[in-house]
């Protein structure tokens, strides 16, 4: 049947409408994969070239900054400085060792720099570069760059490496950094992949260790291009790390120095406390050494010189040493016999220079003893035998107990390394310890910090503030992290009452400036200065009956090694308590010769806050001392400038 031409025309017209339809869709669809194909074929060339070279773009980390590390004013005590390196990949070297052979024309470099080299290349990956040379010289770096396309895989790179400008000031209390080693790797669960990076280095002793974390930082990135023969063409893209935060001590940098160089060649230790923050205006132990060779990579001579020196520079005696107390031990016995009530002020007791118990007699110190003398008298004095009869009644448990609330025996938190527990022995620890049980001569000897007990100087330092103030006073160390101040509690009250704690503050203050007083020569002379304190000697030998017999020893006449520690603690002003001291001199002799005179020089430093003004000393000692003090401030250290920026 023939379609009319009405029917015709409107088939042709709906033709027509769809073909113009998908002619133009398919229209603009070509147009837009012929834009899309433009905008990748030439707009997008060059990424999508490097895309298809994947193996010529790496990925490498960028080490963070490391945080500083300031004193309390603001001195910097750890920082960065700049440092040139080079560096090796092996993916992108080729024939490692003719890179190397290459390299060793162009600087200097020996038969074990070489073979250092080569393990470093076989413990990592391909990818990660090795560091070949560190603290190049400018001139070295120059030359390596000048000759870059004929080193393929080798990077002259610029970077931060750590610098302690105080050099042995703060030796045990920062500590240093080092190269993460095996053993650092295995001690952590999860260890931030920055660690991987051959020699990074991480904290090692002290704050740089117990605060890693902190001071670390989050590593950063970059993307770069290099060509056929390993050199690197271009940066692609960075992403920068997060600096690790800085950290202000609660240390003053001059005060440390003037005691550490106070302390000169003797094998000492002296820690300055705030007695009512806890804050440590010092914390030195003698000698110390350059924590920046250990930075660099220590000589295998120079740590054996440390490792051999009998004064042990590597020991932080601050913390880490454990001493008899000796006689400053007494404090914690009179309080201990005081809160028990087996003793008043008043109460006396006859010294005729020793006392029997069983077979076996316990002598003073004073040969013919000291006559009658209450408790003020006996810390004046440091009568031992008025604690031998004291201890006997009040016990040791009850001592050990005020010993704990005093400080003693236990490990006070601070970020510094191998800090002691110390022995504050009772019953209970000897048979745990020794599987035996207490005896009352071991009451005698501990009444006078002999025997089992052991304390730090920073111990002591925590049981005179705590004896001046009457609260639970704890050490600190670290006054604020990232600029944010590190808060701190109220210390809570010690539990003595204050005629207790006077009973003991007043022979603390007769021992300085009594006629009589076991320290009177060390004594502050300024009134408005003036100190309380408590000597000690503590014995490293056994004193037999014949020797006694025919006289004992001095010390002079004994071998270093076999002579007595020297002890002393303290705190000043008297009247109102700002800091307090402690000294330990190991194998120093009298503490009242040689540690009470140190304990003055320091306490003056941090109360004047400057160099110790003559007329704080007595009359007499003036001349004697200013020769000494102009003897120290030529050995005084121009400590670091304030520093808030990074290097």
């Known amino acids: 049947m023939r379609r009319n031409a009405r029917d015709t025309e409107e088939s042709a017209r709906r033709v027509n409408r769809r073909a113009l339809l998908l002619g133009g869709a398919s229209a603009a669809m070509f147009a837009v994969l012929g834009a899309r194909m433009r905008f990748l074929s030439v707009e997008q060339a060059d990424q999508f070239r490097l895309l298809a070279e994947e193996n010529r773009i790496n990925m490498r980390l960028i080490p963070p900054e490391r945080g500083l590390i300031q004193d309390r004013n603001g001195k910097l005590i750890a920082g960065n400085e700049q440092n040139y390196r080079i560096t090796l990949t092996r993916e992108d070297a080729g024939d490692v060792e003719t890179v190397l052979n290459r390299l060793s024309h162009i600087i200097a470099m020996t038969e074990e720099d070489l073979d250092r080299v080569r393990k470093d290349l076989e413990r990592n990956s391909p990818f990660v570069p090795i560091i070949v040379a560190d603290r190049v010289p400018w001139q070295d770096f120059s030359k390596i760059a000048l000759n870059a396309p004929t080193l393929p895989g080798i990077t002259p790179e610029v970077g931060l490496s750590r610098h302690y400008p105080l050099v042995e000031d703060f030796s045990h209390v920062v500590g240093y950094v080092g190269p ?25 002793i002290g704050v740089e260790r117990w605060m890693e974390d902190t001071l670390r930082g989050a590593a950063g990135n970059k993307r770069i291009e290099v060509n056929a023969v390993g050199r690197v063409m271009r940066e692609l893209e960075r992403t920068e790390g997060k600096p690790g935060a800085d950290i202000q001590l609660t240390i003053d940098a001059d005060v440390q120095n003037f005691v550490q160089m106070r302390l000169g060649d003797l094998s000492a230790a002296c820690v300055v406390m705030d007695v009512n923050s ?13 924590p920046n060779l250990f930075v660099r990579g220590i000589t295998q001579r120079d740590y054996s010189t440390l490792m051999e020196n009998d004064h042990r520079p590597l020991a932080n005696k601050s913390v880490q040493g454990a001493y008899p107390p000796g006689s400053t031990f007494k404090i914690v016995t009179a309080l201990a016999a005081l809160e028990a009530g087996v003793i ?27 006559g009658t003398v209450n408790l003020a008298h006996s810390l004046e004095q440091s009568c031992d035998v008025f604690y031998y009869e004291v201890a006997q009644k009040v016990g040791i448990d009850a001592i050990a107990a005020m010993g704990k609330r005093m400080g003693l ?18 019953k209970e620890w000897k048979q745990e310890r020794w599987g035996q049980d207490w005896r009352i001569g071991d009451t005698i000897n501990a009444s006078i910090g002999q025997g089992y007990v052991l304390a730090s100087p920073l111990q002591l330092a925590v049981m005179t503030a705590r004896v001046a103030t009457g609260k639970m006073v704890e050490p600190r160390l670290i006054k604020a992290v990232g600029g944010k101040p590190v808060e701190v509690p109220e210390p ?10 006077r009973a003991v503050q007043t022979g603390m203050y007769d021992v300085m400036n009594s006629e009589r007083g076991t320290a009177k020569s060390s004594r502050i002379a300024d009134e408005t200065m003036l100190m309380a304190g408590k000597t000690g000697t503590s014995q490293v030998r056994n004193i037999s009956a014949a020797e006694r017999a ?24 008297y009247a109102a308590p700002r800091y307090a001291v402690a000294v330990v001199v190991e194998h120093g002799g009298g503490g009242s010769t040689v540690a009470a005179p140190i304990a003055r020089d320091a306490l ?27 003897a120290l401030k030529e050995k005084l250290r121009i400590s670091g400038t304030p520093q808030t920026t990074r290097a």
Request: glycine share 10%.
């Open 278 to 290: 806890g804050e440590l205006i010092a914390c030195t132990s003698a000698p110390g050494f350059d």
């Open 604 to 630: 003056l430093r941090a109360l004047t806050g400057g160099i110790p003004p003559l007329d704080a000393y007595p009359a007499a000692q003036r001349g004697r001392i200013e020769t000494d003090l102009n």
């Open 492 to 501: 809570a009250s010690i539990g003595l009452t204050p005629a207790q704690l």
């Open 180 to 204: 993460v080693s095996e053993k650092d790797l295995a001690e952590l669960t999860d260890p931030d992949p920055v660690l991987t990076i051959p020699k990074f280095q991480i904290g090692k």
């Open 344 to 370: 008043t002020p008043e109460t006396t007791h006859y010294c005729p220079g020793y006392i029997e118990f069983g077979n076996r007699r316990f002598h003073c110190w004073k040969h013919g003893g000291h």
């Open 550 to 573: 025919r006289g004992v020893t001095s010390n002079d006449d004994l071998p270093w090694e076999r002579r007595d520690h020297a002890l002393f603690v303290g705190y000043a002003p």
């Open 409 to 426: 025996g236990m490990r006070h938190d601070l970020p510094m390394s191998a800090i002691t527990e110390g022995i504050m022995p009772n």
